[in-house]
């Protein structure tokens, strides 16, 4: 199916098992040990690789001696770039090669790759490599290098520049104003599982027991990398502990394990350690924010402009879009955002936790909240002011919007009506006690997807896709929508991912992903009613399936009498003018309450409420666990996360979990999230929207909002740490 019009009353409308807040299919697995991740999977003659990272930010490999490391114990190959093969080439998104020369272009590229009987043997063998290196001079701080930033001209993302009426004009008159700059730091996508591969091969055929987010294009890249045909390699990944955006490209890992099992004839198997995830695979860039806002003295958006400085390899066009969701989430007739690249001798930056909002609302919830206080206005009726009516740049409708819903209810839950505006005024002992929100918005994107289902004789329906569950609860919401669709209960679907030779499917990642397989595994369900239907002489429009059974008026067959040796369907899902004729968003809004110690400037989060909109919700208990881990997030973005780098020689310092530090049990409060009943026929077959990164986005300023209100201290530099609240906080009488 195309998405070129409205979808119409459907089977799921009738309430049943979809939108049911049932326990994950897999849980069991997972908890018992059973589900087996990329590094657990067991082979036989397998052999083990360790990267040895380059030690400098830029230049050249002077030499390198590896005979010491070939000569200890267990040793099957050292891996440099002298004996590597060649690979293909391309942006990070189309290739990986790596040790292809002797240029390093960041810390911690992969220059030497040692592969032994046992973990410990290659690791013990790679402090043997002996590396010497001509230094040149790089430029790893963003701050430094603003002069060479340049316009990327992603393939794939939207133009980086947009520009509506005459935004310089309007916001000179405006009669009230406010230009302010924030700025994001470095960050790592933390997810628990590291990155692991193991790589064997068939005679031509590779076949990789990998962690990867989106298979389908992680087996052209490594086709691309490896300059072999794409139906020669499969990608199998069927369960993954956690990516967050770090494992939707293939990284070195992948490329390394497949090389060196090649040429040794025998499986070799990696997984990065934690120090080296922070510089061998990719992370978010910080920015620079500068965000404008002119208004009349009503409060009326005049004048709206969001200008963002992020930083990439010299060689990327990938930019951290923090000015996207500006283009449409509030009205406005003059309006210009753009954003700006800088090339940088770093690791790559790449898409990372709802990349683009994530960040950029920190920046604008914030300056929202900042000319609410200008103009004496609440910042919720600020934002019901300036709702739009269609896209104001685009100008096109919205598929569906119920943001000032979410800010009313949310507000009614929170006590919103109890806040007191004057900064400082609450007072809980030695705490400063304040309220902030923010609005949320994530695009809802619709990428290609199919899916087979098929009904064996025992009545078990097995569905496959190369779709990928990274914890979501993906399996679960697949196999509540088969059982609705056949009128069979969750415990006779199977449903089996993770595999390239499944068919294709978008993966995990962008909040593309349940709507996409599950739209495709919608149409795969149609198809298969539709044949079993005509098999029992019956209307497929008229016919109901239940309890296993279809009927139609009076009659009525068993499934299982009507599939012979099994029966099977296939579905797929297309973008088509949906997403072009309409303006496809998620929303919700935050609220927290936190206490500043008036003394040491310590930030307690005391508790947080988000309340979103996302279309059909398709389980309640997976899609409130979604959105209350995005909302644990935006605490870390506010409160926490930051990779420090070392502006002399491009590295990340703080590069293990000991020191880069994500929020645990004791900074998380009192949290909940709630979704207000919607459909949108616009999405897709579902009327579902996404939900897996709408949580974070609004989550850090609603509580850097909170912040000002207890203590009155604006903070525009993530996060918000003591020393950047001491010095601002009020004298004590």
């Not at 992370?283 to 930083?311: K, N």
């Not at 950029?360 to 600020?382: Q, R, S």
Request: proline share 6%.
């Amino acid at each position: 199916m195309e998405m070129n019009s409205p979808v119409g009353a459907n089977v799921l409308d009738t309430p049943g098992i979809v939108g049911k807040p049932i326990d994950r299919v897999d849980g069991p697995l997972k908890v018992t040990g059973g589900a087996r991740y990329a590094y657990e999977v067991q082979e036989n003659n397998v052999l083990y690789g360790f990267v040895v990272e380059a030690s400098i930010g830029k230049g050249r490999i002077k030499s390198i001696e590896t005979r010491a490391a070939e000569k200890a114990p267990g040793v099957a190959l050292v891996l440099t770039h002298r004996n590597a093969p060649a690979q293909g080439t391309g942006n990070h998104r189309e290739a990986h090669p790596v040790l292809t020369g002797p240029q390093v272009t960041g810390y911690g590229q992969p220059v030497a790759f040692v592969v032994a009987n046992s973990f410990e043997e290659a690791r013990a063998a790679a402090y043997l490599v002996n590396v010497k290196y001509d230094r040149s001079n790089g430029k790893y701080a963003l701050r430094a290098n603003l002069n060479e930033a340049r316009v990327p001209k992603p393939s794939d993302a939207p133009a980086a520049d947009s520009a509506v009426g005459d935004f310089a004009i309007a916001f000179a008159s405006a009669p009230v104003q406010l230009d302010v700059t924030y700025t994001t730091p470095l960050q790592s996508h933390a997810m628990m599982e590291p990155h692991a591969t193991l790589a064997m091969w068939d005679g031509d055929k590779l076949m990789l027991h990998t962690a990867n987010q989106m298979l389908n294009q992680g087996q052209q890249v490594i086709a691309t990398t490896l300059k072999i045909p794409v139906e020669n390699v499969r990608l199998i990944s069927p369960f993954i502990g956690g990516g967050f955006g770090g494992k939707l490209w293939v990284n070195a890992d992948a490329i390394l394990a497949a090389i060196a099992s090649r040429q040794l004839k025998r499986p070799v198997k990696i997984a990065l350690t934690r120090q080296q995830i922070f510089h061998v695979t990719t992370h978010r860039s910080d920015t620079i924010q500068r965000v404008r806002l002119g208004t009349d003295r009503e409060g009326h958006i005049l004048a709206i402009g969001h200008d963002v400085f992020s930083g990439n390899l010299p060689s990327e066009q990938t930019y951290e879009g923090a000015a996207l969701q500006t283009r449409t989430l509030y009205a406005g007739p003059n309006r210009l955002t753009r954003h700006r690249l800088a090339p940088l001798d770093i690791p790559v930056a790449s898409s990372m936790r709802a990349p683009g909002e994530s960040v950029g609302l920190m920046a604008l919830e914030c300056a929202m909240d900042e000319i609410a206080e200008k103009l004496n206005l609440d910042p919720i009726e600020l934002r019901v002011l300036n709702e739009p009516s269609e896209d104001p740049e685009k100008h096109i409708p919205y598929s569906s919007r119920h943001l000032i819903p979410c800010m009313q209810e949310g507000a009614r839950r929170f006590g919103w009506d109890k806040r007191n505006p004057k900064p400082g005024q609450v007072r809980d002992g030695r705490w400063l006690v304040g309220i902030g929100m923010a609005a949320a918005t994530r695009g809802n994107p619709l990428l290609l997807s199919k899916a087979n289902v098929r009904l064996g004789p025992d009545g078990t329906c097995t569905v496959r896709m190369a779709m990928t569950d990274i914890g979501t609860g993906t399996y679960t919401i697949l196999a509540q929508i088969a059982a609705e669709m056949l009128g069979l209960p969750t415990e006779r679907i199977q449903v089996e991912l993770g595999d390239t030779s499944f068919p294709q499917a978008a993966g995990s990642g962008g909040s593309w992903g349940a709507g996409s397989s599950g739209s495709a595994l919608f149409e795969a369900c149609n198809a298969l009613r539709e044949k079993l239907a005509r098999t029992a002489g019956m209307d497929p429009a008229t016919a109901r399936f239940a309890n296993g059974s279809i009927a139609s008026g009076d009659q009525s067959r068993k499934l299982t009498d009507l599939v012979g040796v099994g029966m099977d369907a296939d579905g797929e899902i297309r973008p088509g003018r949906n997403n072009k004729d309409f303006s496809q968003q998620s929303y919700g809004a935050h609220f927290a309450e936190v206490g500043v110690d008036e003394d040491t400037g310590e930030v307690r989060v005391r508790r947080m409420l988000g309340v979103f909109t996302a279309g059909r919700v398709l389980n309640a208990k997976t899609a409130r666990s979604q959105a209350i881990g995005g909302m644990v997030f935006g605490v870390g973005a506010a409160l926490h996360e930051e990779m420090t780098l070392d502006p002399r020689f491009g590295y990340f310092v703080n590069h293990d979990l000991a020191e880069y530090h994500v929020p645990v049990h004791a900074d998380i409060p009192d949290i909940d999230a709630v979704f207000l009943a919607e459909l949108d026929d616009q999405s897709n077959p579902l009327k579902s929207k996404g939900i897996g990164e709408l949580g974070i986005c609004g989550a850090g300023a609603s509580i850097a909002n909170a912040i000002y209100n207890a203590c009155g201290a604006r903070i525009r530099d993530y996060p918000v740490t003591l020393a950047k609240l001491l010095s601002r906080l009020p004298v004590r009488a």
